[in-house]
C-alpha cells in the first residue's frame, strides 16, 4: 500500500476518533444539563446595577422601608429553579415582565444545592441574568438557598442529592453569591429555605453565623431568616433574634398546618420584627395531583392566612408557584413562554396581586 493512503487512513481513523469523542462528550452534556446543552458562559466579577432603579431596602422595626422612609410591601411569587426553566425553555425576560404584570413586587428564585453543584456556571447563567431582569422590572428579588433539613449535619429528611447542604458548603455559597450581588440594591438574601431537624437555640447560631458572613462579603440588603419545622416555627423568636438589625423573619404555612398553631408560630413576630410569608398555597380542583398537606381552598385556608398576616401587619408574603407542574401549581399548562389558565389557587394569587 502507498504510504500515503497508510497516512490518508490513520488520519480518517484519528478523525473519526475525534469525532466519536465530541459526540459522546455533547451526549453527556445534554444528559447533565436535562436534556438543554450547557457552555460556558462569560463572568463577570459582580453584579452591575448602574441599571436598577429599585430603592434599597431597611429594616425599622416590623417594616421594611426605603432610604426616603415608604413603606415597601412584597407580594409575588416564587419560579421553579432556574435550571428546570432552562431545560423547558421557559428562562426568559418575558417570564419576569410577565410576573411584573401581575402587580407582584418580588420575585423568590429557589437554588437548589444539587443544582447549583451540577453547574459551575451557574450563578452567571442564570441568577445574574435573572436578577437584572427582575430589577429592570422593577421586582425585588429573593434568592433562595433552597435547602430542606439540618445544614448543620447536611442532614435532609428526603431528596438529599437534591435539597441537602451542610454548613461549609452552605458557607461557600454565600460567600459567593451574597459577595457578587453586594451592590445590587433590589436583592434580599435567604439564607437556608427551611430549616429542619434542628433545635431552635442551634438554628439561631447558625443564622447568626452565616447572616455575619453575608454581611462579611460587603452585603447590606435584608436578610431572611426562616422559622423552624420547615420554617413554619418562629416561636423561638421569643428569645431573641439574630444578631443583625437588618433581618426578615419567614414562616412557610401550608394547608395541613392546623390554624390552631398559626398564632404560636408566627403571632407577636412583628411587635419587635418584620414578618414575611415565603411560602404558601392550595390544591383544590386538583388535590388528587399533589401532595396531601397542599389539599386546601380559597375559604378554607386562602383567606385566613392573609387576614392573619394583615392582622399581624406583615411585610408581604410570596406564593408557589408561578409553574404548571412544581405544586401547587398556579396555571394548568404553559404555551411556551405564555401561562395558560390558572388553577382555582393560581386565580387566587393573582386577584390579590391585582388589588396592590
Same mark, same amino acid.
Given at each position: 500500500?502507498?504510504?500515503?493512503?497508510?497516512?490518508?487512513?490513520?488520519?480518517?481513523?484519528?478523525?473519526?476518533?475525534?469525532?466519536?469523542?465530541?459526540?459522546?462528550?455533547?451526549?453527556?452534556?445534554?444528559?447533565?444539563?436535562?436534556?438543554?446543552?450547557?457552555?460556558?458562559?462569560?463572568?463577570?466579577?459582580?453584579?452591575?446595577?448602574?441599571?436598577?432603579?429599585?430603592?434599597?431596602?431597611?429594616?425599622?422595626?416590623?417594616?421594611?422601608?426605603?432610604?426616603?422612609?415608604?413603606?415597601?410591601?412584597?407580594?409575588?411569587?416564587?419560579?421553579?429553579? /432556574?435550571?428546570?426553566?432552562?431545560?423547558?425553555?421557559?428562562?426568559?425576560?418575558?417570564?419576569?415582565?410577565?410576573?411584573?404584570?401581575?402587580?407582584?413586587?418580588?420575585?423568590?428564585?429557589?437554588?437548589?444545592?444539587?443544582?447549583?453543584?451540577?453547574?459551575?456556571?451557574?450563578?452567571?447563567?442564570?441568577?445574574?441574568?435573572?436578577?437584572?431582569?427582575?430589577?429592570?422590572?422593577?421586582?425585588?428579588?429573593?434568592?433562595?438557598?433552597?435547602?430542606?433539613?439540618?445544614?448543620?449535619?447536611?442532614?435532609?429528611?428526603?431528596? /438529599?442529592?437534591?435539597?441537602?447542604?451542610?454548613?461549609?458548603?452552605?458557607? !461557600?455559597?454565600?460567600?459567593?453569591?451574597?459577595?457578587?450581588?453586594?451592590?445590587? /440594591?433590589?436583592?434580599?438574601? !435567604?439564607?437556608?429555605?427551611?430549616?429542619?431537624?434542628?433545635?431552635?437555640?442551634?438554628?439561631?447560631?447558625?443564622?447568626?453565623?452565616?447572616?455575619?458572613?453575608?454581611?462579611?462579603?460587603?452585603?447590606?440588603?435584608?436578610?431572611?431568616?426562616?422559622?423552624?419545622?420547615?420554617?413554619?416555627?418562629?416561636?423561638?423568636?421569643?428569645?431573641?433574634?439574630?444578631?443583625?438589625?437588618?433581618?426578615?423573619?419567614?414562616?412557610?404555612?401550608?394547608?395541613?398546618?392546623?390554624?390552631?398553631?398559626?398564632?404560636?408560630?408566627?403571632?407577636?413576630?412583628?411587635?419587635?420584627?418584620?414578618?414575611?410569608?415565603? !411560602?404558601?398555597?392550595?390544591?383544590?380542583?386538583?388535590?388528587?395531583?399533589?401532595?396531601?398537606?397542599?389539599?386546601?381552598?380559597?375559604?378554607?385556608?386562602?383567606?385566613?392566612?392573609?387576614?392573619?398576616?394583615?392582622?399581624?401587619?406583615?411585610?408581604?408574603?410570596?406564593?408557589?408557584?408561578?409553574?404548571?407542574?412544581?405544586? /401547587?401549581?398556579?396555571?394548568?399548562?404553559?404555551?411556551?413562554?405564555?401561562?395558560?389558565?390558572?388553577?382555582?389557587?393560581?386565580?387566587?394569587?393573582?386577584? !390579590?396581586?391585582?388589588?396592590?
Amino acid at each position: 500500500v502507498p504510504r500515503s493512503r497508510t497516512v490518508a487512513r490513520r488520519v480518517a481513523v484519528v478523525a473519526g476518533a475525534l469525532v466519536a469523542v465530541l459526540v459522546l462528550a455533547v451526549v453527556a452534556l445534554v444528559a447533565f444539563g436535562e436534556g438543554h446543552l450547557r457552555l460556558p458562559v462569560a463572568r463577570t466579577a459582580s453584579f452591575d446595577a448602574a441599571d436598577i432603579d429599585l430603592p434599597p431596602l431597611d429594616v425599622r422595626g416590623p417594616e421594611l422601608r426605603t432610604p426616603d422612609g415608604e413603606v415597601v410591601t412584597l407580594r409575588g411569587v416564587m419560579v421553579p429553579d /432556574p435550571s428546570v426553566l432552562d431545560s423547558r425553555g421557559r428562562f426568559s425576560r418575558d417570564l419576569v415582565r410577565d410576573v411584573a404584570a401581575t402587580g407582584a413586587t418580588v420575585l423568590r428564585v429557589p437554588v437548589h444545592p444539587g443544582w447549583w453543584a451540577d453547574d459551575p456556571d451557574y450563578l452567571w447563567r442564570y441568577l445574574e441574568p435573572l436578577v437584572r431582569w427582575a430589577g429592570e422590572e422593577g421586582l425585588y428579588v429573593i434568592l433562595d438557598w433552597h435547602v430542606i433539613g439540618n445544614v448543620a449535619t447536611g442532614a435532609a429528611p428526603e431528596n /438529599p442529592d437534591l435539597v441537602a447542604a451542610d454548613l461549609p458548603t452552605t458557607r !461557600e455559597f454565600w460567600t459567593t453569591v451574597a459577595g457578587h450581588f453586594a451592590d445590587a /440594591p433590589h436583592v434580599l438574601f !435567604e439564607i437556608v429555605n427551611e430549616p429542619q431537624g434542628i433545635a431552635p437555640d442551634d438554628w439561631r447560631a447558625v443564622a447568626d453565623e452565616l447572616t455575619a458572613l453575608v454581611r462579611a462579603q460587603g452585603a447590606t440588603q435584608p436578610v431572611v431568616v426562616g422559622g423552624v419545622e420547615y420554617a413554619r416555627d418562629l416561636s423561638w423568636l421569643a428569645d431573641g433574634g439574630v444578631d443583625d438589625p437588618d433581618v426578615v423573619y419567614a414562616t412557610h404555612v401550608y394547608p395541613a398546618h392546623a390554624q390552631a398553631w398559626w398564632e404560636t408560630w408566627f403571632g407577636g413576630v412583628t411587635d419587635r420584627f418584620p414578618l414575611l410569608l415565603t !411560602e404558601w398555597g392550595f390544591q383544590d380542583e386538583n388535590r388528587a395531583d399533589g401532595p396531601a398537606y397542599l389539599a386546601g381552598d380559597a375559604a378554607g385556608y386562602g383567606r385566613p392566612l392573609l387576614d392573619a398576616l394583615e392582622r399581624e401587619g406583615a411585610a408581604g408574603w410570596v406564593a408557589c408557584w408561578w409553574d404548571d407542574r412544581w405544586a /401547587p401549581p398556579m396555571f394548568r399548562a404553559f404555551d411556551g413562554d405564555e401561562p395558560g389558565e390558572p388553577t382555582a389557587w393560581g386565580a387566587f394569587v393573582l386577584a !390579590e396581586l391585582g388589588r396592590g
